[in-house]
Nanobody, 122 residues
Framework: QVRLVESGGGLVQAGASLRLSCAASGRTFSTYGMGWFRQAPGKEREFAAAISRSGGSTRYANSVKGRFTISRDNSKNTVYLQMNSLKAEDTAVYYC???????????????WGQGTQVTVSS
């Protein structure tokens, strides 16, 4: 089973950039669709970005489209989230997730990391 560990969070000013990483253990990383989700204080967890098993397809929430980029390196068992032009409303705990079942657009995320805090000061 894949285990996920996020890193790269921190405190930045509005307009800055951060890159989150999610390292996966196990030898089957390339068989998982991967996603990033986030949860702001007092709010429900929400989808941010997803990437297909091969990395050939991506999709984004409207709130991050054009500012965030998801990518993966299957040789390193790692998925990334490049976040540019950060806003105060991007402040949240960011979670990496893996989907072992479900096709593109219908992934069922069944493995989750512990999360990494991103705080954007205005």
């Amino acid at each position: 089973q894949v285990r996920l560990v996020e890193s790269g969070g921190g405190l930045v000013q509005a307009g800055a950039s951060l890159r989150l990483s999610c390292a996966a253990s196990g030898r089957t990383f390339s068989t998982y669709g991967m996603g990033w989700f986030r949860q702001a204080p007092g709010k429900e967890r929400e989808f941010a970005a997803a990437i297909s098993r091969s990395g050939g397809s991506t999709r984004y929430a409207n709130s991050v489209k054009g500012r965030f980029t998801i990518s993966r390196d299957n040789s390193k068992n790692t998925v990334y989230l490049q976040m540019n032009s950060l806003k105060a409303e991007d402040t949240a705990v960011y979670y990496c997730a893996a989907a072992s079942v479900g096709g593109w657009g219908s992934e069922q995320y069944d493995l989750w990391g512990q999360g990494t805090q991103v705080t954007v000061s205005s």
